[in-house]
């Protein structure tokens, strides 16, 4: 857990250990594999299931346009981190979209 706030924190100094927990209980198993554990920003069909299965189905932001801009913000905003960790990439995502407060 540690981890996973401390890399929240490179992007968010003020965040909470709380959203970043329940983050990674919502992620759950697919933390414990390296490959569904990060996010590829490159990759249109990873990008479209962060949008449906996280920005719709969980934070409930249906309008495509605006998930597609917070995810596209925060895929520039780790541009610079090779291994875009799932958490805080999910965590960015909601913090744009003004979500953290329903998580």
Sequence with gaps: MADYLADVKKYDASASEDVVKKIVRHLGIALRNRDSSLVACQDPE???R???KWCAKKLGVTDEGKADKAIELVCETMAKDSSKSRVTF???VAKHLGKLGDL
């Design 46 to 48: 990873e990008l479209k």
């Design 50 to 52: 962060v949008r449906q």
């Design 90 to 92: 999910y965590y960015l």
